[in-house]
């Protein structure tokens, strides 16, 4: 996790990284992406591609245009009803795959540090961390019904998990909710005022992280926008997007998903404008 400076400015203009190219199945395209993250040396996003039904790998570049790698799936459409959490290996030379939890609708998944696994369960309203190796799980988030109390979650998505183990989660309550570590009611810690698109507001939120002095970014899905929240704020600054639904430099359509790289230049997946963009910090 970078050290994000709490003054922190990005550019207003996006760099398009990946895709970008109208929606399509080629090399340089994505159709509908969702979700990403960064290998170790942050030098390679794995986008998950979800009407091409594919994890694509891609190089991130300065000086040239890239394409993307297809490393798992890419072999049409699997059965949805499945409902499997799928382990990929990258070796080279392998394309093996390991099922490793079965009967479950899985949203979004994340892991800690200690590289135990959490998955947002979205039709049980609940979050879930599970050992490596053992399908036992623990409810970390959750698990008292559909709704919008501090202990309730309404169709969790996407999570993040701290140095501390402390879970952060967004529902379609239009907030973020942090749970401590063994916490059975969460903290609002973005969000959480209604559907909008005041600055005390999120619609739908999406993909979130969360920087060593506990600041929120989060991807606000149906503002498209990206907002920042310090810790302890009743409300949040736009930090990119935000200028109407649109496909210009400095427009998002339907942002959900987000993260920075070790120089804290933040990347945005957007998925009604198949792409990838990356703000650069100023």
Known sequence: IPNIPANARWVHNGLTVAGGNKNGNATHQLNDPLGFDFDDNGQTM???????????????????ITIGQVVAGGNGQGNRLNQLVVQWSLRQGTTQSEVILDNIDCATLTMDDQRRLYVSVWDKHEVRRYEIGDKKRTVVAGGYGR??????????????????????????SHRVTKWNNGAKEGIIVAGGQGYGDALTQLSHPKGIFVDRLGTVYVADELNHRVMR????????????????????????SRPFDLSFDRHSNLYVVERENHRVQRFSIV
């Open 46 to 64: 794995f986008i998950a591609d979800h009407n091409n039904h594919r994890i694509v790998q891609w190089k991130v570049s300065d000086t040239t």
């Open 147 to 172: 709704g919008a109390a501090l202990n309730q979650l309404n169709g969790p998505y996407y999570l993040f998990v701290d140095q501390e183990q402390a879970v952060y989660v967004s529902d379609d």
């Open 229 to 252: 929240w310090p810790k302890g704020a009743t409300r949040g600054t736009v930090i990119a997007g935000g200028n109407g639904v649109g496909q210009g430099a400095n427009q998002l």
